[in-house]
Nanobody, 123 residues
Framework: QLQLVESGGGLVQAGGSLRLSCAVS????????MGWFRQAPGKEREFVAQ??????YYVDSMKGRFTISRDDAKRTVYLQMNSLKPEDTAVYYC??????????????????WGQGTQVTVSS
């Protein structure tokens, strides 16, 4: 069983940056592929980015602005978010899945979830 705890959310002005962190405990971290999702008010949760052993995959709208990375020694995955827009306002969730399919963008592929961290971007 994995436990995931996100941090780093907050209030930022449009154009600003935030770095989210997700600390993972339990299990062998390197055996899991990690993803970030987000859910805006009144909307369904959506895929943001994922990282497997070292390769990354992003939703097109976030390419160039968001960067996902992982530090296996620290058992932590990060989401660096730059040039933030008001429409990026959402609760951001970290998720983990057992290694397998190299890319997975659907929620059902992920077995473990954090509690979420709020990101609010003001205009």
């Amino acid at each position: 069983q994995l436990q995931l705890v996100e941090s780093g959310g907050g209030l930022v002005q449009a154009g600003g940056s935030l770095r989210l962190s997700c600390a993972v405990s339990g299990g062998t971290f390197s055996n899991y592929y990690m993803g970030w999702f987000r859910q805006a008010p009144g909307k369904e949760r959506e895929f943001v980015a994922q990282i497997n052993r070292g390769n990354t995959y992003y939703v097109d709208s976030m390419k160039g602005r968001f960067t996902i990375s992982r530090d296996d020694a620290k058992r932590t995955v990060y989401l660096q978010m730059n040039s933030l827009k008001p429409e990026d306002t959402a609760v951001y969730y970290c998720a983990a899945r057992w290694r397998g399919t190299l890319v997975a963008v659907n929620e059902e592929s992920y077995s473990y979830w954090g509690q979420g961290t709020q990101v609010t971007v003001s205009s």
